[in-house]
């Protein structure tokens, strides 16, 4: 066969391929492209509103099936038709851990003091006039972690759920795009190989915080704040953020087998 006439074969299932291949690799893109569309998000409309409905029970239901009947319900739809969410539980606590992240972006001006809300400039200066990059990510790391409070008395649930095998992986995938979006909303351009060393550390320094708060009792819950500056100050030590990994997985690892331990299965 002439290899003209081979090629023209061939062509129409190259371009297929490309066109079919396209949105799987804006979907596995876990960083900031100024020149690329983000991803679409996890959950389609239907999804959404009974996520959104059955998110305001959670305070009282905590992040369960009940909770998702009500919603389905506050949001017309039957009971039955939380079957569309096949995650669960899960499912609310992902959408938890994504509309907190997304609603970070918005409110950056307001969390960063831009146009004087605070007296303070996009990052505070550091005595040179240039922006701080570490006190913004501080800021913005703060104001995720006040995202909780609302559910703080129901997160250690949350966690039980997330350290199942196969909600470990989409956990820890929100947390990395997490992690990078405070990066990206605090000004940090860099793109040499701490690009990856700081969001790793952050990513730690964020989940053992969001233990701590758990257990915190203090007033609007100054003791977790101080925490984590502690923490980000030892976070140029990697391996400060790699104690963090053990107590992050030990503390999961436990709720979870205490959770299954009181539904009576023999651990």
Not at 66 to 81: E, F, I, K, N
Request: charged residues 15%; aromatic residues 6%; proline residues 6%.
């Amino acid at each position: 066969m002439a290899p003209s006439r081979a090629f023209g074969r061939i062509q129409p299932l190259l371009r297929h391929q490309a066109t079919t291949s396209s949105p799987l690799r804006q979907r596995l893109r876990l960083y900031h492209s100024h020149t690329h569309p983000a991803p679409p998000g996890p959950f389609n409309a239907h999804e959404s509103a009974i996520l959104s409905a059955a998110y305001k029970h959670v305070p009282e239901h905590g992040f369960t099936a009940h909770a998702l009947s009500l919603g389905a319900r506050d949001a017309g739809y039957l009971d039955v038709s939380t079957n569309v969410l096949p995650q669960g539980p899960f499912s609310l606590i992902l959408y938890h851990l994504v509309t907190q992240r997304e609603a970070l972006a918005p409110r950056r001006g307001e969390i960063l003091g831009i146009n004087g809300t605070d007296g303070a400039g996009a990052g505070a200066s550091n005595g040179t006039g240039a922006v701080s990059v570490p006190e913004n990510v501080e800021r913005l790391t703060w104001a995720r972690l006040l995202g909780n409070r609302d559910v703080n008395h129901r997160w250690q649930e949350a966690l039980a759920i997330m350290a199942q095998p196969s909600h470990i992986p989409p956990s820890i995938h929100e947390l990395a795009l997490l992690s990078d979006e405070i990066h990206h909303l605090a000004g940090d351009a860099s793109v040499d190989p701490t690009w990856y060393t700081k969001r790793g550390g952050l990513s730690m320094i964020y989940a053992s915080c969001e233990l701590f708060m758990t257990n915190d009792h203090s007033p609007q819950y100054t003791d977790t704040r101080a925490f984590l500056q502690r923490r980000l100050r030892e976070g140029t030590s990697l391996s400060g953020a790699v104690g963090s990994v053990g107590q992050w997985l030990g503390f999961t690892a436990s709720a979870g087998v205490n959770v299954l331990r009181s539904k009576g299965v023999r651990i």
